[in-house]
C-alpha cells in the first residue's frame, strides 16, 4: 500500500512549457485533489475530483486543467507555464471518514 | 466556501512552555477541523482532528478544543520540545462537501 504518490519531485520549466504532474493513490479513494503551497498563504485547493469523470474547479484554478478517468489516477497539467506557477503542489485523496492522505509533493520552478 | 483564518503566524516558546495557536472559520456547516504539522521540505501530517460533535480532545501532549457557537478552534502543545518546531495548519471541511480549507499557517520555534 503506497498510499499517494507524486510524480516528479522536482521540476523546472521554461515560461510557456507544458507539463503534466502526476498523482495515484491505491486506496481505492474516490475524493482526490490538488493544491498549490505559497510561503505564507497555506495550501490552497486547485482542483478536485468526487470519482472517475468527475472534476470541479477549486480556489486557483487558472492555468491548471485536470481529468480523472480512472478511480487511481488524477494528473494536473499545466498548459502554458508561468513564473507565478512557481509552487509546491500536493495531491491529496480522502477516504469515507475524512481521512486525507498527502502525497510527498512537487517542487516546480518556472524561470 | 469556507474562509479559515490562523493565528498567530510566527510562535517563539522557551523549551518546557505551551503554545497556542488559534483559529477561525466562517461557515457555521463545517463539521470536521483537523491540525497538520508540516516540517521542511516534507507533506502536511494529521497530528489530530476533532469533529463538531465534541467540544475538546487530547492526545498526550496535544489538545484541540472547539467552539461552534464562536467558530474558532484551537491548538494547544503542552511540554513543548524542539521537535515541536515546525509549520502547523489548521483546516475545516463543510459536511457533505470534500474540500478541506486550510488557514494560512503558524511557524513554531521552540528555543532550547
Known amino acids: 500500500n503506497a498510499g499517494v504518490t507524486q510524480t516528479p519531485k522536482f521540476q523546472v520549466l521554461k515560461t510557456g512549457q507544458s507539463m503534466t504532474l502526476q498523482c495515484a493513490q491505491d486506496m481505492n479513494h474516490e475524493y482526490m485533489s490538488w493544491y498549490r503551497q505559497d510561503p505564507g498563504m497555506g495550501l490552497r485547493l486547485i482542483h478536485y475530483s468526487v470519482g472517475a469523470g468527475i472534476t470541479d474547479q477549486g480556489e486557483v484554478p487558472n492555468g491548471y486543467n485536470v481529468s480523472r478517468s480512472t478511480t487511481e489516477d488524477f494528473p494536473l497539467r499545466l498548459l502554458s507555464a508561468a513564473p507565478s506557477q512557481t509552487s509546491v503542489y500536493f495531491c491529496?485523496?480522502?477516504?469515507?471518514?475524512?481521512?486525507?492522505?498527502f502525497g510527498s509533493g512537487t517542487r516546480l520552478t518556472v524561470v | 466556501g469556507e474562509n479559515v483564518e490562523q493565528h498567530p503566524s510566527t510562535l517563539s516558546v522557551q523549551e518546557g512552555d505551551s503554545a497556542v495557536i488559534k483559529c477561525t472559520y466562517s461557515d457555521s456547516a463545517s463539521n470536521y477541523f483537523p491540525w497538520y504539522k508540516q516540517e521542511l521540505g516534507k507533506r502536511p501530517q494529521l497530528i489530530i482532528d476533532i469533529r463538531s460533535n465534541v467540544g475538546e480532545k487530547k492526545d498526550q501532549r496535544i489538545a484541540v478544543t472547539l467552539n461552534k457557537t464562536a467558530k474558532h478552534f484551537s491548538l494547544h502543545i503542552t511540554e513543548t520540545q524542539p521537535e515541536d518546531s515546525a509549520v502547523y495548519f489548521c483546516?475545516?471541511?463543510?459536511?457533505?462537501?470534500?474540500?478541506?480549507?486550510f488557514g494560512a499557517g503558524t511557524t513554531v520555534t521552540v528555543r532550547a
Open positions: 483546516a475545516a471541511v463543510i459536511t457533505n462537501d470534500y474540500k478541506l480549507s
Open positions: 491529496a485523496s480522502r477516504d469515507w471518514n475524512y481521512g486525507y492522505t
